[in-house]
């Protein structure tokens, strides 16, 4: 089985410099972009477009030259309301800012930030990572710690992550739901099961998950199935109906439909494109 980590546990190529940074083009019609979360906090500066996070179910809209928060172990995705957008991704290791005693999974962030002087401080991280002058990591790291304690001061919101316990629970419920179907995804699941495993009614569980996921289980479950045939194609390694049976299809039409609905071309292309 394909690993799909929609828990994303970020690793570092250089453990002494736990910060990631780099440069997302979406596009309005990706689909495989699913509801992920991850215990670092996530800063998004907006270049060019306009886009929207879901996150914990709460929707932010940002424009360029405007800036996103997703604060630490929220259920997120991504979209793009135009054609395409762009935005700088920054993510901070959660220890690292606990070194400083600034403790981002017991707190909550503003989400959307149009502050100068935030911009401006991103803003001099990026040019530290272009430019890549000598000592720039030790750089980065100081004007990241400036950066956090700005919105610490500035931009901390009055309740905590567990303020509103029904909220907390509901999310709760459904990162195990999505950790089932990240497990299971391969076998023939229904949402009954999904339900049965989070410890909820079918009624209720469909209801909260689109209302946390903005998706369906099932398109959430096509689009987990179809990306990682998508990868299996890529590979060279497998037939369409040997990546369409490894990731749960038992109908090869209806592979073949699925596939172009949320992957935007036929699988056979898709392998034909290697």
């Known amino acids: 089985m394909i690993s799909h980590n929609f828990y994303e546990p970020h690793t570092h190529q250089d453990p002494s410099f736990p910060i990631i940074f780099h440069l997302d083009i979406r596009e309005k019609y990706e689909s495989d972009f699913l509801p992920h979360w991850h215990e670092n906090i996530e800063i998004l500066y907006i270049l060019e477009g306009t886009i929207t996070v879901l996150s914990d179910a709460s929707s932010i809209t940002a424009n360029k030259d405007e800036i996103i928060i997703i604060n630490s172990n ?11 957008s762009k935005y700088y991704c920054l993510i901070i290791d959660r220890k690292f800012c606990e070194e400083f005693g600034l ?3 017991e707190i909550i962030f503003q989400r959307l930030i149009k502050d100068k002087l935030v911009r401006d401080k991103f803003n001099a991280i990026k040019v530290e990572f272009i430019l890549q002058k000598a000592f720039y990591k030790a750089e980065i790291k100081s004007q990241i ?6 919105l610490y001061r500035d931009y901390t919101l009055s309740e905590s992550p567990f303020s509103n316990k029904l909220e907390t629970n509901k999310i709760e419920i459904i990162k195990k739901a999505i950790r089932y179907i990240q497990s299971n995804y391969d076998k023939n699941i229904s949402i009954s099961d999904i339900a049965e495993e989070a410890g909820i009614s079918k ?3 469909c209801r909260i998950f689109k209302e946390i996921t903005d998706c369906s289980t099932v398109r959430f479950i096509n689009i ?14 497998y037939s369409v109906e040997e990546a369409a049976h490894i990731c749960g299809f038992d109908n090869l039409s209806y ?20």
């Open 255 to 274: 592979f073949s439909k699925t596939y172009k609905k949320h992957m935007g071309c036929l699988p056979s292309s898709t392998k034909q494109a290697i």
């Open 103 to 105: 403790y981002t999974e």
């Open 145 to 150: 710690i400036d950066l956090m304690i700005c």
């Open 224 to 237: 987990l199935r179809c990306s990682n045939a998508k990868k299996l194609l890529q590979s060279g390694k």
């Open 74 to 84: 929220n259920v997120h995705h991504i979209q793009t309301l135009v054609d395409m």
């Open 203 to 205: 009624y209720y569980f």
